[in-house]
């Protein structure tokens, strides 16, 4: 059972420390300061709900509908490339508009709905939870809950020091400049995204 748990956990650091479009909003938010607990909360239940899901053997139904994966990925390229271009066009404003504690307050259904967006609008988190982590669980039966409790359980605390770990680099980016050159970045890596997932 020990050895269900230690490999849940660090499969599932393992799939989730990538960087990502989803770390990216993490980090953003937690630089902001702004819904970091509501943000994390929600990272962590959803990918808690899809290893359930991969652990209890839904991977299968995953495998068996072609066209969802496909839907999955042009609806991601799209989402990627408009946020993108609105870090990019965040990045050109420069100025107050970047600085965390100058800047006016997201409200927070958008920042849920965004949160959501690249939670479940990522058609790598269904391969890497319903499918990877879904067939990896089965080689520990019948230790399987335990593998999972403790892949939910890696991305919980991964999500958490991600949003809240963000506030000691907030002396950084106290300066305007250092928020358009990270908007900048996270607009390259949404959309090195974008192509990677249009290119399959």
């Not at 393992?14 to 970091?36: K, M």
């Not at 808690?48 to 053997?57: D, E, F, H, K, R």
């Not at 305007?176 to 192509?195: D, N, R, S």
């Amino acid at each position: 059972m020990l050895e269900a748990v230690v490999a849940g956990y660090l499969v599932s650091l393992s799939l989730i420390a990538a960087i990502g479009a989803q770390n990216a909003f993490v980090l953003r938010q937690g630089l902001r300061r702004e819904h970091v607990g509501v943000v994390v909360v929600i990272c962590a239940a959803s990918d808690a709900l899809l290893i359930s899901g991969g652990v209890a053997g839904f991977g299968a139904i995953a495998a068996a509908l072609p066209w969802f994966a496909a839907a999955m990925r042009w609806l991601g390229v799209g989402f990627l490339l408009v946020y993108g271009a609105l870090r990019f066009r965040a990045a050109l404003k420069g100025g107050e508009a970047l600085v965390p504690k100058g800047s006016e307050p997201v409200p927070l259904r958008r920042v849920v709905t965004m949160c959501l967006m690249f939670t479940w609008a990522n058609p790598h988190v269904y391969l890497d939870t319903l499918v990877f982590i879904g067939s990896v669980s089965a080689q520990y039966a019948p230790h399987g809950l335990a593998f999972g409790i403790a892949a939910a359980a890696a991305s919980l605390s991964f999500f958490a020091a991600l949003g809240y770990g963000a506030r000691l680099l907030a002396p950084v980016f106290a300066r305007p400049a250092a928020w358009v050159v990270l908007e900048a970045a996270v607009g390259c890596i949404m959309w090195a995204l974008a192509a990677a997932l249009a290119l399959g």
